[in-house]
């Protein structure tokens, strides 16, 4: 019966409003009033917060002295509950003389009807006393300790719904950010704002040395008289880190490359190198790098203290990587995302012919087809028996010259040694075909 009876006098409310401006002064108030705009759902026109609403004239001017205005007042139950009010005329105007409690009024001229609220700030009246650091403080958030009066300001729309006028307390501390550009943590400042406060405030955890300032209230500010407090030092203990994973790149065209340098993951054929470098923030006294088979790193093989790790993967399969930052006392700690390094299994594939002086950049040099070679060694031999080169890489090549000639069409010999990063031995021999030399030079 209650709700329907709200809900009729809302779309009485709706209609008769429509066009309706509020016409409002007020006299005998010590300060400004403040007028904070209501939202259209609330069927309020504003809120009006009075320094001391005790004694205050609020007065309405009618459009004509000749039209009749009817006041009425509304607490928490809204406006389906108002009651009628008695006020004082004097030509157009018509008044009323507010008392302590903050409340809701109608004004009624003819077929218009006005609501808004009025806040009595001398029952919400904000103290700032002091602030300190308060003794439960954990990795992620800093708790501090308000001493004085902020309660929450409550109105009520036109339903009696309870909404909460915000008094906009500000609270300003040291903290720190990543500058991607510059690659390091830089402090900076953060401003949270409060609506109202309670006897204990959390914020996210400070992540440099920093003091606290809280300012406040607006309306207070409004009128001049806003205060500032602040609390003792803060030392950060909330670590945090930006990490990254540079892999050397390698431009070999006889190289099978897979994995890191192909797909931008990281790994491939080995040897690979790989830089790992964090940027960690002030509490970050604690760093370092961690190598493991698995990717729970219940068994860490590897241990690098500092920021910066290189290292050179050699060995068939997949390495798990981590950085790890702690605080001075072992209790605050950061974990990176886990880094992936899958190191592929070796080839060995060796051409058997190919055409030095020919045609320039079309298979003019002899080389092997690799991946995941680590250890290589390769001597080619003229048929009789003369060595003409000597490969110690898999990436080098023959371009078919020997004492700076091209050497003549014909049959040469290689025989290969090598060792892939999965454990496998490579003793290959074959032939090689020199077809379409430019030029012959008795070999």
């Given at each position: 019966?209650?709700?329907?009876?709200?809900?009729?006098?809302?779309?009485?409310?709706?209609?008769?409003?429509?066009?309706?401006?509020?016409?409002?002064?007020?006299?005998?108030?010590?300060?400004?009033?403040?007028?904070?705009?209501?939202?259209?759902?609330?069927?309020?026109?504003?809120?009006?917060?009075?320094?001391?609403?005790?004694?205050?004239?609020?007065?309405?001017?009618?459009?004509?002295?000749?039209?009749?205005?009817?006041?009425?007042?509304?607490?928490?139950?809204?406006?389906?509950?108002?009651?009628?009010?008695?006020?004082?005329?004097?030509?157009?105007?018509?008044?009323?003389?507010?008392?302590?409690?903050?409340?809701?009024?109608?004004?009624?001229?003819?077929?218009?009807?006005i609501c808004f609220w009025i806040v009595n700030y001398a029952n919400h009246r904000c103290?700032?006393?002091?602030?300190?650091?308060?003794?439960?403080?954990?990795?992620?958030?800093?708790?501090?300790?308000?001493?004085?009066?902020?309660?929450?300001?409550?109105?009520?729309?036109?339903?009696?719904?309870?909404?909460?006028?915000?008094?906009?307390?500000?609270?300003?501390?040291?903290?720190?950010?990543?500058?991607?550009?510059?690659?390091?943590?830089?402090?900076?400042?953060?401003?949270?704002?409060?609506?109202?406060?309670?006897?204990?405030?959390?914020?996210?955890?400070?992540?440099?040395?920093?003091?606290?300032?809280?300012?406040?209230?607006?309306?207070?500010?409004?009128?001049?008289?806003?205060?500032?407090?602040?609390?003792?030092?803060?030392?950060?203990?909330?670590?945090?880190?930006?990490?990254?994973?540079?892999q050397t790149s390698r431009e070999i065209d006889n190289e099978q490359k897979g994995g890191?340098?192909?797909?931008?993951?990281?790994?491939?054929?080995?040897?690979?190198?790989?830089?790992?470098?964090?940027?960690?923030?002030?509490?970050?006294?604690?760093?370092?790098?961690?190598?493991?088979?698995?990717?729970?790193?219940d068994i860490i093989d590897i241990r690098v203290n500092g920021t910066t790790a290189t290292?050179?993967?050699?060995?068939?399969?997949?390495?798990?990587?981590?950085?790890?930052?702690?605080?001075?006392?072992?209790?605050?700690?950061?974990?990176?995302?886990?880094?992936?390094?899958?190191?592929?299994?070796?080839?060995?594939?060796?051409?058997?012919?190919?055409?030095?002086?020919?045609?320039?950049?079309?298979?003019?040099?002899?080389?092997?087809?690799?991946?995941?070679?680590?250890?290589?060694?390769?001597?080619?031999?003229?048929?009789?028996?003369?060595?003409?080169?000597?490969?110690?890489?898999?990436?080098?090549?023959?371009?078919?010259?020997?004492?700076?000639?091209?050497?003549?069409?014909?049959?040469?010999?290689?025989?290969?040694?090598?060792?892939?990063?999965?454990?496998?031995?490579?003793?290959?021999?074959?032939?090689?075909?020199?077809?379409?030399?430019?030029?012959?030079?008795?070999?």
């Amino acid at each position: 019966m209650r709700d329907q009876r709200i809900y009729i006098f809302l779309i009485f409310f709706t209609l008769m409003s429509l066009g309706a401006k509020a016409q409002l002064t007020f006299t005998g108030n010590r300060l400004p009033v403040i007028t904070e705009s209501a939202d259209a759902s609330t069927g309020l026109s504003a809120v009006y917060v009075v320094d001391d609403a005790t004694g205050v004239t609020a007065s309405y001017t009618a459009s004509s002295a000749s039209t009749p205005v009817r006041w009425m007042r509304y607490s928490t139950l809204g406006g389906g509950y108002a009651e009628e009010i008695g006020s004082d005329k004097s030509g157009n105007v018509s008044s009323i003389t507010l008392g302590s409690d903050d409340m809701g009024y109608i004004v009624e001229e003819g077929s218009k009807r006005i609501c808004f609220w009025i806040v009595n700030y001398a029952n919400h009246r904000c103290t700032l006393d002091n602030l300190s650091i308060g003794p439960e403080q954990d990795c992620t958030s800093a708790q501090l300790i308000f001493n004085g009066n902020a309660d929450r300001i409550v109105y009520y729309t036109i339903n009696g719904v309870p909404r909460t006028l915000s008094r906009g307390l500000t609270l300003e501390y040291s903290t720190m950010e990543y500058n991607q550009e510059r690659n390091s943590y830089e402090q900076c400042y953060r401003t949270q704002v409060f609506e109202y406060l309670s006897h204990e405030i959390h914020v996210a955890a400070p992540l440099c040395q920093t003091d606290f300032l809280l300012t406040g209230d607006r309306f207070q500010i409004s009128w001049g008289s806003g205060k500032t407090i602040a609390s003792e030092g803060m030392a950060p203990r909330a670590v945090e880190a930006v990490t990254t994973a540079t892999q050397t790149s390698r431009e070999i065209d006889n190289e099978q490359k897979g994995g890191g340098d192909s797909s931008g993951a990281l790994g491939g054929s080995a040897p690979v190198e790989i830089t790992f470098e964090a940027v960690v923030t002030d509490a970050a006294i604690f760093h370092e790098w961690e190598f493991a088979n698995d990717p729970q790193f219940d068994i860490i093989d590897i241990r690098v203290n500092g920021t910066t790790a290189t290292k050179v993967f050699n060995e068939y399969g997949t390495v798990y990587v981590r950085f790890v930052a702690g605080d001075a006392t072992g209790d605050c700690d950061w974990i990176s995302e886990t880094y992936t390094v899958n190191i592929g299994e070796s080839k060995l594939d060796c051409p058997n012919a190919f055409s030095p002086g020919s045609s320039e950049g079309s298979n003019d040099e002899w080389k092997v087809s690799y991946k995941s070679i680590i250890s290589f060694d390769c001597q080619i031999f003229n048929r009789w028996g003369v060595e003409v080169a000597h490969l110690t890489d898999p990436s080098q090549g023959w371009d078919g010259r020997h004492n700076g000639k091209l050497v003549k069409s014909g049959v040469f010999y290689y025989v290969i040694q090598a060792e892939g990063a999965d454990g496998k031995k490579y003793n290959l021999s074959g032939d090689i075909n020199i077809l379409h030399a430019r030029y012959n030079t008795g070999y």
